[in-house]
């Protein structure tokens, strides 16, 4: 009987976190502050304790996961392997489809997984409060979650149609102790702009994090410090223990290199969690295609030019190097809320433009009947932004089946 999924014991979760911006070739576009000169690390102090910000800049390719993180990656992880055998049987397809199961986590996504970390070096630090955004109500409840854990007090920005389509996210906020408000709100001046000039704007995640930033950084106390959920290079490297476990599991499974490696991309931790150590296969030589999946609706890798933009809204957040459709896009209020940011994490990006990855949009559409295929057949009901991956899977085991490869 071939297996369903592969779980590796405890002792296997990976004891390093993998950083791509060691092995991307040529130079390292860096971000630039309000002078446009490349910002030095002391500028970012206010909004990031110095130890995440060390992460932030770092370009050594491995860096250690504190045992104290480990233990709390251990109340989920390892995070299953599994083989979608129903789906490739109802697509009559010789390809065989192996899936990260990201949803075994307390919060239900992969965002924990830096969630946790980020906690831990905040209360390393000193800061007693952390500051966020959410788009989907995903970050925002992994946030809530990990502070409730370490003991942090925790303020999240929920992007206004989220807050309205997702009211459960909130709950579990909530639950963990966490205050969560619609943005754009009263509570900043950056909010408070944005309803004057559009009172009735669903929100966004550019705007959200202005106003998480502004929160943060007006703390006269000095205990308060802004975290994010996607984008930043230390968030990405969080992520990629996903990767890591996910290659022992596919040699566990006599599989040798994918033939192709596929994840949704929001601001691109998901992604590059999965991706990042097979890119690094694949700049050693191997033969892999790595697809990230955006929405038609904010197509920034497959429509945006690649240059220097803000994170946000207001400009608070330093210049970044990256794929964009200008910080003011408001995209529409599709579902997949975790996928409406207007950037891309610079280092995706610059994977992108160096033609290590090869980015599709799909429309809401196709991946809501994908959706609906994967829960008949694999019996989980995925979430909006999952159906996007799911969706170029598909496509990818269809176009197998054509060329009778498997
Ligand atoms: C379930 C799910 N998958 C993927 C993503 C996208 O993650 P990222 O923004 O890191 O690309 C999100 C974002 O909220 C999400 O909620």
Not at 16 to 42: F, R, S, T, V
Not at 117 to 137: H, R, S, V
Not at 338 to 353: C, D, I, T
Request: charged share 20%.
């Amino acid at each position: 009987m071939p297996f369903n999924k592969i779980i590796l014991p405890e002792k296997d979760i990976p004891r390093q976190w993998y950083n791509l911006a060691a092995d991307l070739p040529g130079p390292i576009q860096p971000p630039l502050g309000p002078d446009g000169q490349a910002l030095k690390p002391e500028m970012l102090a206010k909004v990031f304790p110095m130890n995440i910000i060390d992460q932030e800049v770092s370009i050594r390719r491995w860096i250690d996961i504190p045992e104290e993180v480990l233990e709390m990656l251990a109340l989920w992880r390892p995070a299953p392997l599994r083989r979608a055998l129903a789906l490739e049987e109802y697509l009559k397809t010789p390809a065989r489809i192996y899936y990260k199961d990201e949803s075994v986590s307390p919060a239900g996504s992969h965002k924990p997984n830096t969630a946790v970390a980020q906690a831990w070096y905040n209360k390393k630090f000193g800061i007693k409060k952390l500051t966020t955004e959410t788009g989907a109500g995903q970050w925002g409840s992994a946030i809530a979650f990990a502070c409730n854990l370490i003991g942090l007090e925790c303020k999240v920005y929920m992007v206004r149609i989220s807050f309205d389509q997702k009211p459960m996210r909130k709950t579990m906020m909530q639950v963990w102790g966490a205050k969560c408000v619609a943005s754009p709100s009263h509570d900043t001046a950056a909010g408070r702009e944005v309803l004057r000039k559009m009172p009735h704007t669903p929100g966004s995640l550019g705007i959200a994090i202005s106003e998480a930033v502004e929160d943060a950084v007006s703390d006269k106390s000095g205990n308060s410090r802004y975290s994010l959920g996607s984008v930043l290079n230390h968030v990405l490297l969080h992520q990629t223990i996903i990767g890591l476990e996910a290659k022992k599991q596919l040699k566990i499974a006599g599989e040798k290199t994918p033939d192709v490696v596929i994840g949704c991309v929001g601001g691109g931790s998901n992604f590059a969690g999965v991706s990042f150590p097979f890119i690094c296969d694949k700049i050693h030589g191997k033969k892999i295609e790595i697809i990230p999946v955006e929405p038609t609706a904010c197509p920034t890798l497959t429509r945006g030019p690649f240059t220097y933009d803000f994170g946000d809204t207001a400009g608070l957040t330093p210049l970044l190097a990256m794929y964009t459709l200008g910080h003011d896009f408001v995209p529409e209020p599709i579902h997949a809320g975790g996928l409406r940011y207007h950037g891309m994490a610079p280092l995706v990006s610059q994977a992108a433009a160096k033609g290590l990855i090869n980015p599709r949009s799909y429309d809401q559409i196709k991946c809501y009947e994908s959706a609906m295929i994967w829960g008949k057949t694999e019996g989980t009901i995925c979430a909006p932004e999952t159906s996007h991956a799911i969706a170029c899977a598909i496509d990818e085991a269809k176009k197998a089946k054509k060329e009778s490869r498997k």
